[in-house]
Each structure stands twice: as structure tokens, then as C-alpha cells.
């Protein structure tokens, strides 16, 4: 079993900057991929990005690549997500998801644990 602790949403204002973190526990954190998901309110959850579990595969969302960066600290069992140049369309909650095995995937139901999420709110 792996739980997944997710801190550091809030409120900012667009152009800002946000650093999500993402705790697990269990001893197998490396050998999960790991991915980041955000649900705007009405819509439905969607994929933003991901990392493989050596961290040397990721993966973004054409929403936020060039804008976000996801790393993670295996020694630390955490997954981080940084935002820059936050919009108004980011507002949403954000989750942090593990899938067992290495490799990462987009979809939401290939992953085996989720966190409970994150606010971020972006005012224009």
C-alpha cells in the first residue's frame, strides 16, 4: 500500500509560481512511476504530467509543457511539480498519482494510488 500526501497549492496570481510536493510512503517509491493530474471545477480530471521511476522519462500535457517541470527525489520518496507562469486556467485541483512498474502512462486508470489533492487557484 502507498500513500500519497500532496502539499503546496494556494493562491496566486497569474504570471506566479507554485511547487507542488507529493510524499509517499513505502519503501518501493523508485520503482513507481509517478504522475500529476488536475481536475478544473465541471471538468472532468485530466492529465498533466509524469516521470518515470528512474526519473529520466517524463511526460507533459500540451497545456503546460514549456510552463511546468516535474522531478522527483527517490532518496526523499517525494514527486515535486513546478508551475511557472501560472494562468487562470490551471485553477484547479491537483493529485498525485503512483502506478506500479516503472514506466509512466497518461490515463487515469492505470494508476494504482492517488493522493487527495491540492487546491491552486490562479487570479487573473
Known amino acids: 500500500q502507498v500513500e500519497l500526501v500532496e502539499t503546496g497549492g494556494g493562491l496566486v496570481q497569474a504570471g506566479d509560481s507554485l511547487r507542488l510536493s507529493c510524499a509517499a510512503s513505502g519503501d518501493t517509491f523508485s520503482t513507481n512511476a509517478m504522475g500529476w493530474f488536475r481536475q478544473a471545477p465541471g471538468k472532468e480530471r485530466e492529465f498533466a504530467a509524469a516521470?518515470?521511476?528512474?526519473?529520466?522519462?517524463?511526460r507533459y500535457a500540451d497545456s503546460v509543457k514549456g510552463r511546468f517541470t516535474i522531478s522527483r527525489d527517490n532518496a526523499r520518496n517525494t514527486v515535486y511539480l513546478q508551475m511557472n507562469s501560472l494562468k487562470p486556467e490551471d485553477t484547479a485541483v491537483y493529485y498525485c498519482?503512483?502506478?506500479?512498474?516503472?514506466?509512466?502512462?497518461?490515463?487515469?486508470?492505470?494508476?494504482?494510488?492517488w493522493g487527495q489533492g491540492t487546491q491552486v487557484t490562479v487570479s487573473s
Open positions: 516521470i518515470s521511476g528512474s526519473g529520466l522519462s517524463t
Open positions: 498519482a503512483a502506478k506500479r512498474g516503472g514506466y509512466y502512462t497518461i490515463t487515469m486508470n492505470t494508476y494504482d494510488y
